[in-house]
């Protein structure tokens, strides 16, 4: 194992490789890790155990331990997420759009790989398996760079990915994992823009800020979402309840769960106590306005953190509003612009939200679990983009892609 | 004027009303700037003297005075580039495709603009009037900081497009411009991530990089070119003398003009002199390998600095390679990945170069000077982007937007 500039290195000579590489061919690396990660589930698990080992010692939460730990149930998932993506639809080589001009030069905009891609996260193995597969089939070389708390796991499955290449004849160099687990290793990757094309954090709001700080490599912000429900006053107060449920109980911990809940004037004597005592059904601790207090017991007083904040937990912060502008104006102050939905019966707010708001993906009348590649449609995501440029929302292989312009020509000068 | 956070503040602010402006209404605004600013010039004029006034004073280069200078014609020449942006298509609001999920879902993907645009550039003052333009029509709020030379100048076009901009009834701060050229006044912009959503720098390799080293906002590299010709074993040679010239000589200071001339060993004999004499012809410096000196007489020997060099003057570094594989890896080696060309009548090496020149634009048989948005049909451009992420090449209006996620439910949930 080199230093983090030979990675890069190696990672940017087998990139050019991969970029040449038909379907078929990647698809066949695809199966055979799968197939090379079904029969060594034993060394991967016994790796693992290494792993849950130290952060049992370290004294690390169950929660975490459960998100770090692998069983051969685990791992045939892993697996077959690896063959789901060699089923999907291969977007490099595919020309967009073809035009001629008035002198006759025919350009055209071809899907390419990116070339280098750069994954910094944090504890879960699982990660490894599904970044890897999505940089193979996009014809991305792909550096990894986990958590030291699964870096055992990591390794052993990256070890199992690379003998597929092996076997395939592919530059193994392809796949690589960053050993060196230090701060230092994660930093002299963000400044490694002569390599990597571009690099992609996931993992909490502390990580993806350093991130974007330190790296001279162009980054992708993910994932978090501080996301919102407005009830409009012509809601349907049972969909609203259902949506409101969905969207902050079924998987609170994650970032396209509802954190605060917007609720017009007019409806607010019916609705507070509806939703909010269906939400400590749930466990759900309520922090509300002076409005949401008055109408509901045992309401903790919201402070302006509140607003602002993603809880990833059974929590989540209510207000009433007094119309869909200030509803807009909350969101506008408040939201990370992941995912937003508003509830209604009333077309113009329909419209009126979806255009107005400002946000990777605006719902109207759904819950915002919905921002995901596989509900969205596109098979797979290597994560969830909250900024606006090159991807916004859930990227899937096509956001692991960049064009370039081929131009045939027969002798064009320019005048 | 405020400070620069100040400015952002108000960007923002702005940006949220542009967004939802029609079409019309910012063709308008263009058209009524352009008149204004032509029923103007002789202010304009006169500021602008007292640009060249400090320029010669500080002994500036003519050519540069003339970069700077403005007259009736430069003047005009600026108000019909508006109403050429007002002309083009405006991306905003088209939904480029929309589909069903099983689950009774309608996502559609929307073109919605970037929201805050800031343009650091150097000392022209007509891409105060280009930059503005094409940020007013995808319906971006822009904030310029041209350099110090050009300040005057630039506060004169400004403020006829702000009075264009009252006139219409739209918020003045949707063009802003920093009077502050200071070096402070450019790093504030660069940590401005909390209002700005993309910085775009233009000017120099210096510029660039510092941009690239200390934006916390993301940034679109532009315009550094170390652009090659590649004539192959089996090029028409007259063909290739013509667009060789061409990508050189027909105006060397601009990123698109070639730099290095690869030539194939096989025709080295007879293309060398030819090439080598028409060259110098259009008084081009040669810096040749050892080949290139053996074959035609003055030729300066070219060092390793020199295949990496974008000159941007008469001058050009020429060499004589093996093989298409060779050409390859050179160009892999010391391009800026802007555009190259190769000059071929064989098929598979047309197709092999297409295939593997990591380049924004990768021509066959034409010269590199079409790399540019009005020659490839956007009709205008605010840069050429050479990095792969968002946007690639020339960047007109559909890259200064980005998409959202519109999602039509009835009451959709996750299970």
Same mark, same amino acid.
């Given at each position: 194992?080199?230093?983090?500039?030979?990675?890069?290195? /190696? #990672?940017?000579?087998?990139?050019? @490789?991969? !970029? %040449?590489?038909?379907?078929?061919?990647?698809? *066949?690396?695809? +199966?055979?890790?799968?197939?090379?990660?079904?029969?060594?589930?034993?060394?991967?698990?016994?790796?693992?155990?290494?792993?849950?080992?130290?952060?049992?010692?370290?004294?690390?939460?169950?929660?975490?331990?459960?998100?770090?730990?692998?069983?051969?149930?685990?791992?045939?998932?892993?697996?077959?997420?690896?063959?789901?993506?060699?089923?999907?639809?291969?977007?490099?080589?595919?020309?967009?759009?073809?035009?001629?001009?008035?002198?006759?030069?025919?350009?055209?905009?071809?899907?390419?790989?990116?070339?280098?891609?750069?994954?910094?996260?944090?504890?879960?193995?699982?990660?490894?398996?599904?970044?890897?597969?999505?940089?193979?089939?996009?014809?991305?070389?792909?550096?990894?760079?986990?958590?030291?708390?699964?870096?055992?796991?990591? /390794? #052993?499955?990256?070890?199992?990915? @690379?003998? !597929? %290449?092996?076997?395939?004849?592919?530059?193994? *160099?392809?796949? +690589?994992?960053?050993?060196?687990?230090?701060?230092?290793?994660?930093?002299?990757?963000?400044?490694?823009?002569?390599?990597?094309?571009?690099?992609?954090?996931?993992?909490?709001?502390?990580?993806?800020?350093?991130?974007?700080?330190?790296?001279?490599?162009?980054?992708?912000?993910?994932?978090?979402?501080?996301?919102?429900?407005?009830?409009?006053?012509?809601?349907?107060?049972?969909?609203?309840?259902?949506?409101?449920?969905?969207?902050?109980?079924?998987?609170?911990?994650?970032?396209?769960?509802?954190?605060?809940?917007?609720?017009?004037?007019?409806?607010?004597?019916?609705?507070?106590?509806?939703?909010?005592?269906?939400?400590?059904?749930?466990?759900?601790?309520?922090?509300?306005?002076?409005?949401?207090?008055?109408?509901?017991?045992?309401?903790?007083?919201?402070?302006?953190?509140?607003?602002?904040?993603?809880?990833?937990?059974?929590?989540?912060?209510?207000?009433?509003?007094?119309?869909?502008?200030?509803?807009?104006?909350?969101?506008?102050?408040?939201?990370?612009?992941?995912?937003?939905?508003?509830?209604?019966?009333?077309?113009?707010?329909?419209?009126?939200?979806?255009?107005?708001?400002?946000?990777?993906?605006?719902?109207?009348?759904?819950?915002?679990?919905?921002?995901?590649?596989?509900?969205?449609?596109?098979?797979?995501?290597?994560?969830?983009?909250?900024?606006?440029?090159?991807?916004?929302?859930?990227?899937?292989?096509?956001?692991?892609?960049?064009?370039?312009?081929?131009?045939?020509?027969?002798?064009?000068?320019?005048?």
């Amino acid at each position: 194992m080199g230093s983090i500039n030979d990675i890069g290195m /190696k #990672a940017k000579k087998a990139s050019r @490789k991969l !970029a %040449l590489l038909s379907t078929l061919e990647k698809n *066949n690396i695809l +199966q055979k890790a799968a197939d090379i990660l079904e029969k060594n589930a034993g060394y991967i698990i016994e790796q693992n155990k290494i792993d849950i080992k130290n952060a049992e010692d370290a004294g690390m939460k169950t929660t975490l331990i459960d998100r770090l730990s692998l069983n051969e149930s685990r791992i045939k998932g892993m697996a077959q997420g690896m063959r789901d993506v060699a089923k999907l639809d291969d977007p490099v080589g595919s020309v967009d759009s073809m035009w001629k001009r008035p002198n006759g030069l025919q350009i055209g905009q071809k899907r390419v790989p990116l070339g280098v891609i750069g994954i910094i996260y944090e504890a879960r193995p699982n990660v490894t398996s599904d970044a890897a597969s999505l940089c193979i089939k996009s014809g991305n070389s792909v550096i990894l760079r986990g958590g030291k708390e699964a870096i055992n796991s990591n /390794k #052993a499955v990256v070890k199992m990915i @690379k003998e !597929a %290449l092996r076997e395939s004849g592919i530059d193994e *160099n392809s796949v +690589q994992l960053v050993e060196d687990t230090s701060r230092e290793s994660a930093n002299e990757m963000m400044r490694l823009d002569k390599y990597i094309d571009v690099l992609i954090p996931r993992g909490g709001a502390g990580l993806i800020q350093a991130v974007k700080k330190n790296s001279t490599v162009p980054v992708i912000e993910t994932g978090v979402g501080n996301c919102h429900i407005y009830v409009d006053k012509d809601a349907d107060l049972d969909m609203a309840c259902d949506i409101v449920i969905n969207a902050k109980c079924s998987r609170p911990s994650v970032c396209n769960a509802a954190e605060s809940l917007l609720i017009h004037k007019d409806i607010a004597d019916k609705f507070v106590p509806m939703i909010c005592s269906k939400l400590r059904d749930n466990n759900v601790e309520i922090r509300g306005c002076s409005k949401v207090q008055s109408l509901f017991n045992d309401v903790v007083p919201a402070d302006e953190e509140d607003w602002g904040k993603e809880y990833l937990d059974y929590i989540m912060s209510v207000k009433v509003i007094d119309s869909i502008e200030e509803a807009i104006d909350h969101i506008d102050k408040y939201s990370t612009n992941h995912s937003e939905a508003i509830v209604t019966n009333n077309y113009n707010n329909a419209q009126k939200f979806l255009n107005e708001v400002d946000s990777a993906a605006v719902y109207v009348n759904a819950s915002t679990r919905f921002t995901d590649g596989g509900e969205m449609g596109f098979g797979a995501e290597i994560g969830i983009s909250t900024q606006k440029l090159h991807a916004r929302g859930p990227m899937g292989l096509k956001q692991l892609t960049t064009i370039k312009y081929i131009v045939y020509g027969d002798g064009q000068i320019r005048k």
